[in-house]
């Protein structure tokens, strides 16, 4: 019998390559999306891509009637839902300066409705998308999970809400499990080329608007600060390939079914740093396209460099990033080169 998981957010970036990587593991995913950052045509991707049907429903995860119903559906088909990997959220950090309540509503509230269903249905693990952006100014680098957690914006600090609900949630039953995966950079897209990521409006992230201004869609990049106590003056980050990213969350659910109950947090990230020009020089000799390039002022918020300790994840979930810089620019350039416009 086939092991379900429900997928909150599973049309999303990282949510469809992880879709990818449970279908080729034999489990059978379930979607919820709201399809507020995303589209269906993603699934219609994934499901060319991979030769299997996706089950999904449109709709909101502080639904609570659309959840029971998926968790009912599940049961009715004979294979009820033994995990869910919690993706759907929002996240861009300036938008939460400017619209916190937004924020918490989405990410916080949407997990306390989850939480509640997850009760109703006895569905006992869960993995949640967390974000090395809850740790804050690094005291010491590599940052390893006991690192203080200590947000500098509301988007981070509703990571961290949200982690500490699951652990007095996993206290409260000793049948409980929660991991929480803390993503440094994921960037590039799958290597068919089929599915990647399609940010609406002008890129938040650097990997992305590097595409974008090989493509021709933007004149240059804007390089926020070369004056960083770093090699080369600009912000340095463990940037991971997002099929190493979605193949964490497949060994997650593999720890939370076989490893005694609690709550868990790991680092999923390299264990490596790149800076901005290296990242841009990665790019133009991977893929023979020229990124121009201005330097401009530090952006507010930005920490000067950050990494990850992935040990943990590495022992305990099996898990490793295998992927090259290069492999996340061939890969990332494919996509957008294949999909000039995205999903469209
Ligand atoms: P994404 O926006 O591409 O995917 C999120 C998906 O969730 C989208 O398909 C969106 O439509 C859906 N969604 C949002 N709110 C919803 C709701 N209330 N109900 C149902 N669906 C909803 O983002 P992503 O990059 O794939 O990120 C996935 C998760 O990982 C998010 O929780 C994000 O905060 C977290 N994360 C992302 C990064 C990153 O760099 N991309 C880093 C760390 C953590
Ligand atoms: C990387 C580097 C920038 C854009 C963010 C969130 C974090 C997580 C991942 C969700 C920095 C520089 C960027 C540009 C640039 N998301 N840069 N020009 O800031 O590490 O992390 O995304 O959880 O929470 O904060 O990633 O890609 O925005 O920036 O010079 O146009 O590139 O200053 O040094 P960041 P990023």
Redesign the pocket.
């Known amino acids: 019998m086939k092991t379900s998981v429900l997928v909150t957010g599973g049309a999303g970036y990282i949510g469809s390559h992880t879709l990818v990587e449970f279908l080729a593991a034999g489990y059978h995913p379930i979607v919820l999306d709201n399809f507020c950052n995303s589209s269906p045509g993603v699934l219609r991707r994934v499901e060319a891509l991979t030769g299997r049907s996706v089950t999904w429903r449109e709709g909101d995860v502080r639904d609570a009637s659309v959840l029971d119903a998926l968790f009912s559906l599940a049961r009715e088909q004979g294979a009820p839902v033994e995990c869910v990997v919690h993706f759907a959220g929002l996240?861009a950090?300036g938008e939460s300066v400017a619209k916190p309540l937004d924020y918490y509503d989405n990410n916080v509230y949407g997990s306390i409705v989850l939480l509640q269903a997850m009760e109703r249905a006895q569905v006992r693990r869960i993995v949640f998308s967390s974000?090395a952006?809850v740790y804050g100014e690094p005291r010491s680098l590599p940052y390893t999970e006991d690192h203080p957690l200590a947000p500098t914006n509301p988007?981070?600090r509703t990571k961290a809400m949200v982690e500490a609900m699951l652990a007095d949630w996993c206290a409260a039953d000793p049948g409980r499990t929660a991991v929480n995966l803390r993503?440094f950079?994921p960037i590039g897209a799958h290597a068919s080329g089929q599915i990647g990521e399609s940010p609406r409006g002008t890129p938040?992230?650097?990997?992305p608007?590097i595409t974008q201004v090989a493509i021709g869609k933007r004149e240059k990049?804007?390089?926020?600060?070369n004056d960083y106590p770093t090699p080369d003056g600009?912000?340095v980050?463990d940037y991971l390939h997002v099929s190493d990213l979605a193949d964490g969350h497949v060994k997650a659910v593999e720890y939370a079914r076989r490893a005694r109950p609690g709550c868990f947090a790991f680092n999923l990230g390299t264990g490596r740093g790149t800076s901005?020009l290296e990242l841009v020089k990665a790019f133009e000799s991977t893929t023979g396209r020229t990124v121009p390039y201005e330097i401009l002022g530090r952006?507010p918020g930005?920490v000067a460099q950050m990494w990850a300790d992935p040990s943990a994840a590495n022992e305990l979930l099996g898990w490793r990033a295998s992927r090259s810089i290069e492999d996340m620019c061939r890969d990332g350039w494919r996509w957008q080169s294949q999909n000039p416009d995205g999903y469209v």
């Open positions: 996240k950090v974000s952006t988007y981070g993503y950079n938040n992230n650097l990997f608007y990049l804007l390089v926020f600060g600009t912000g980050r901005v952006r930005d």
